[in-house]
């Protein structure tokens, strides 16, 4: 059959998967004017040109949706409007002076998020997720978005599905589709069409989009693409844009919480100001103005920049991270399920040693059972390891492989190795045409399909693995009259006996551990290994074992009752994919940060499931596509340095919102006092303006800033009612020393007008820019906790520019007349008392009960769809599905 091209080929017609579920897989290709080779490469072209990418999100740095951001503040543009009226009606001076402030403060926050976007953008650049496809009736890979309706894909365990599919056919199937319904168990998948109706999750010839591939392999063609997919819609209906992170939303209430306060603190301003006599534009350009100063408008531009300064020091320490938010997410970590090889251990498994258990047995006979037993094709004579498993590719490097001679045994058949049966069998005939059945794998499946196993063989065993050995046990059986091979073979074997495996703990694997924990990070181990193994290697390396739990365990276990185990357990062994999957899944619902390390085919399911997917550099296509970090070196020292950059992140941002609710919020609420007291307004317009903006400019160093060690001990999660009470309390000291100013302006300098605002200017500027230098340790300031150099020369210049401005030429413009010597005097010692006094609040503010509970952390699912969404991601606007 030809391949449809573009002259006979139109546009194919929408097909919905009901119907296609209800059609023969034939029929549905005939339906999308495709084949089963596949699409040509120009139609497949035209096709995308027509239909779109298959893409849910876009990552492109738009600078006008950064602009809108910084705009979308309804106080703010109604500020905009008010200062225009203001100049049409003759105030040109305090009207540009607000324009001015307000063009310099937007395009801070522009400049400094936009420049963070793009380097997200060239992040997510550099990564693609690909998809094998036929076109052109030739196999070959390539970007997911690529993807149209009409193509015909392969898929193969672990893979996320890339768009709708219809089946055309399969292997033992089975699809995780928890994404879409919610549901834990695996449904199995074939190509047979369904009869009757049925909703979609009875379509069991159709693939979803987001759902993966459990077990088995298959064949389909697209039906499908982005948006038009039933987990496209659901995606995109929860935003265009890259998914938030708890972090991000714990932003979004905060904000919210200081929205609230501002709009009630302005309203009453204004009507204050009105029932007072003052003009109706004044009163509401001032109220406008200090709802402008409450509002933190650089926390998106703070975060960004954070996040894209993680991102930098990661890749210094050859840490890749796809995408920017994946940083919050790795400092959120508390727990780490790791496979055993290569993390823990060497990752370089050598053979040892051939311990027949049988007299007629001798330790080359069991070897070469060994070698024929592997999946490796020797007919050739030359075997390669490339692609080979750890344990086969060690035994075609040791030295006793050069004894082999291929010639002396053909393979006439082979059953590969599954996670299910843990053993791979091959039926092999000697030169003589004597055929065997030789069966190589787990010791606990081989010799449970063993006869009158001898009865030292336990114990040899037992010994092995007491020792921290990896064993493969070996077992025959005569195959005469056998022309092929099937699981029900493997029966009624004599054990021939085990070959033994030595991966030597790492160096460095105690070190790292120690370190983790030191972060808060519970340690478990997921290997498919025996139990005694890596209870050993766990002993070896310092790690406390919670207790072991085998596969045989996990699936006996309800899922209430293994959450509770593996809560408590430290080391699973001998589990499967499946196993891993579900254990990080129930940890993952009670509330646990869990991220996974693994770098195989067998560990995708579980990258998947976890809240970080950590693959490396060595690790097969699939893993590293599974992943959402990729190390460079498989070190969990580098892993260590990851989280402390994540959680480094969050404690800087924090330090930005305390500031926020602290002396910025106090200055604020103390502007809106005096000016119902005062018979003048106590600071213009222009001026709170000109005071956020010098304010905001100096904490655009907090990213940079240097964090104490007990803050990256443990992950930290959003408080709102801490920072809500921490503003209660140190809102109101602010204020304190604000109204001390006034009356010091008032009663003792008889302060006119322009004096009074210049010295409240520089009192203000003082006080909520240094304040920075207590709020941002609980430790004693500059004695136990150096800031940055960053840092303490950006506050240090916004407080001389502060105390420059009213003493400059530009005084008169900005409304400030010249202030007394003994003024600065007097502001000296108040500065250092309210420093003091803040200090003592904080040390008493952080020895409270309260504040030492920890937060509990909540996550539905909505992340986990937008971060499997991120991966159909495409550098462009998407169209409308």
């Known amino acids: 059959m030809s391949?449809?091209?573009?002259?006979?080929a139109a546009s194919a017609a929408p097909l919905s998967m009901v119907d296609s579920a209800h059609r023969a897989g034939g029929l549905v290709l005939e339906n999308l004017q495709s084949t089963e080779q596949g699409l040509s490469g120009e139609e497949a072209v035209r096709r995308l040109t027509v239909v779109g990418p298959n893409a849910l999100r876009t990552h492109k740095a738009n600078p006008w949706s950064v602009l809108g951001r910084q705009l979308r503040s309804p106080i703010l543009i109604l500020l905009i409007i008010t200062a225009?009226?203001?100049?049409?009606?003759?105030?040109?001076?305090?009207?540009?002076?607000?324009?001015?402030?307000?063009?310099?403060?937007?395009?801070l926050g522009f400049s400094n998020e936009f420049r963070a976007e793009l380097a997200a953008e060239a992040l997510h650049s550099r990564v693609t997720h690909t998809v094998v496809v036929l076109r052109d009736g030739n196999a070959r890979q390539i970007d997911v978005v690529n993807l149209v309706p009409g193509d015909v894909v392969r898929l193969a365990l672990g893979a996320i599905v890339p768009a709708d599919i219809r089946l055309l056919n399969s292997e033992n199937l089975l699809c995780d589709e928890s994404i879409l319904t919610g549901e834990s168990l695996p449904v199995e998948k074939e190509p047979a069409p369904i009869v009757g109706d049925a909703s979609l999750g009875d379509l069991g010839c159709c693939l979803f989009m987001g759902t993966i591939v459990q077990t088995g392999s298959c064949t389909g063609v697209v039906v499908a693409t982005g948006g038009r997919a039933e987990f496209g819609r659901i995606a995109l209906g929860l935003g265009e844009h890259q998914p938030q992170t708890e972090f991000q939303l714990g932003l979004k209430r905060f904000s919210f919480l200081l929205l609230q306060v501002a709009v009630v603190l302005t309203t009453l301003i204004f009507i204050a100001n009105l029932l007072l006599g003052r003009p109706l534009i004044d009163s509401l350009l001032f109220s406008l103005a200090i709802a402008v100063g409450i509002t933190p408008q650089l926390l998106?531009?703070?975060?960004?920049?954070?996040?894209?300064?993680g991102t930098r020091a990661l890749a210094k320490r050859k840490v890749l991270v796809k995408?920017?938010?994946?940083?919050?997410?790795?400092?959120?970590?508390?727990?780490?399920?790791?496979?055993?090889?290569?993390?823990?251990?060497?990752?370089?498994?050598?053979?040892?040693?051939?311990?027949?258990?049988?007299?007629?047995?001798?330790?080359?006979?069991?070897?070469?059972?060994?070698?024929?037993?592997?999946?490796?094709?020797?007919?050739h004579g030359t075997v390669s390891t490339v692609g080979q498993n750890p344990l086969d590719a060690a035994l075609w490097e040791s030295q006793l492989a050069q004894d082999f001679e291929p010639g002396s045994q053909k393979r006439l058949g082979i059953i590969p190795f599954d996670h299910q049966r843990r053993m791979t069998s091959v039926l092999v005939a000697d030169r003589a045409g004597t055929r065997s059945l030789v069966t190589k794998g787990s010791p606990e499946d081989v010799l449970r399909l063993c006869s009158d196993v001898p009865p030292q063989a336990q114990a040899q065993l037992d010994e092995q693995y007491d020792?921290?050995?990896?064993?493969?046990?070996?077992?025959?059986?005569?195959?005469?009259?056998?022309?092929?091979?099937?699981?029900?073979?493997?029966?009624?074997?004599s054990l021939a006996g085990f070959l033994i495996f030595l991966d030597k703990p790492k160096a460095n694997a105690k070190e790292s551990l120690i370190d983790l924990a030191s972060l808060g990070i519970a340690v478990k181990i997921a290997t498919g290994d025996n139990a005694k193994v890596a209870e050993k290697v766990c002993r070896d390396l310092g790690l406390v074992s919670g207790g072991t739990l085998t596969g045989i365990q996990v699936g006996a276990l309800t899922d209430p009752e293994l959450g509770a185990a593996a809560r408590e357990a430290s080391i699973f062994a001998r589990v499967s994919p499946e196993q891993k999957a579900r254990i990080i899944r129930l940890l993952r619902q009670q509330g646990r940060a869990v991220a996974f390390l693994g770098d195989g085919v067998n560990d995708a399911l579980a990258l998947h499931q976890a809240d970080v997917g950590i693959s490396v550099d060595s690790a097969t296509d699939v893993a590293k596509d599974a992943a959402d970090i990729v190390l460079m070196d498989k070190d969990l020292g580098v892993l260590a340095e990851g989280v402390r950059e994540g959680r480094r992140i969050f404690a800087n941002t924090i330090k930005y919102v305390l500031m926020g609710t602290s002396s910025n919020f106090g200055n604020m609420f103390s502007a809106a006092a005096a000016s119902v007291v005062l018979s003048f307004l106590p600071m213009l317009p222009g001026q709170i303006l000109l005071n956020n903006l010098l304010y905001d400019t100096g904490q655009l160093a907090i990213p940079g800033d240097r964090v104490d060690k007990e803050l990256l001990l443990a992950p930290s999660h959003w408080d709102i009612a801490f920072i809500r009470r921490f503003m209660l309390l140190f809102g109101p000291i602010s204020s304190v020393f604000d109204f001390a100013t006034f009356g010091l302006m008032l009663f003792v300098f008889n302060a006119a007008p322009g004096e009074f605002r210049a010295g409240w200017f520089i009192e203000s500027i003082a006080t909520q820019t240094l304040i920075i230098f207590a709020i941002r340790t609980r430790r004693v300031p500059f004695?136990?906790?150096?800031?940055?150099?960053?840092?303490?020369?950006?506050?240090?210049?916004?407080?001389?520019?502060?105390?420059?401005?009213?003493?400059?030429?530009?005084?008169?413009?900005?409304?400030?007349?010249?202030?007394?010597?003994?003024?600065?005097?007097?502001?000296?010692?108040?500065?250092?008392?309210?420093?003091?006094?803040?200090?003592?609040?904080?040390?008493?503010?952080?020895?409270?009960?309260?504040?030492?509970?920890p937060t509990v952390r909540r996550r539905g699912r909505a992340p986990h769809i937008q971060r499997r969404a991120a991966r159909f991601s495409v550098s462009r606007p998407l169209r409308s599905p």
């Open 84 to 107: 225009g009226l203001s100049l049409f009606l003759g105030d040109a001076t305090n009207s540009i002076v607000i324009g001015v402030i307000l063009v310099v403060s937007i395009g």
């Open 783 to 853: 004695f136990r906790s150096r800031p940055s150099a960053g840092l303490l020369w950006a506050s240090l210049g916004v407080v001389a520019l502060g105390i420059y401005l009213p003493l400059s030429p530009l005084a008169g413009v900005l409304g400030f007349d010249p202030l007394p010597v003994p003024f600065f005097l007097a502001l000296l010692a108040m500065t250092v008392v309210y420093l003091v006094l803040v200090e003592f609040a904080k040390q008493w503010f952080f020895s409270r009960p309260v504040q030492q509970s």
């Open 467 to 493: 020792a921290g050995a990896r064993v493969i046990a070996v077992a025959t059986r005569a195959a005469g009259g056998m022309t092929a091979v099937g699981p029900a073979d493997e029966r009624e074997l």
């Open 3 to 8: 391949l449809p091209t573009t002259s006979e």
């Open 323 to 379: 995408r920017l938010i994946c940083i919050e997410d790795l400092g959120d970590m508390d727990v780490l399920v790791t496979d055993k090889t290569g993390t823990l251990t060497e990752g370089r498994i050598s053979f040892t040693a051939a311990l027949p258990v049988q007299s007629g047995t001798s330790e080359a006979e069991l070897f070469a059972l060994g070698l024929v037993s592997t999946e490796a094709d020797y007919s």
């Open 300 to 309: 998106p531009a703070v975060v960004s920049t954070c996040l894209a300064a």
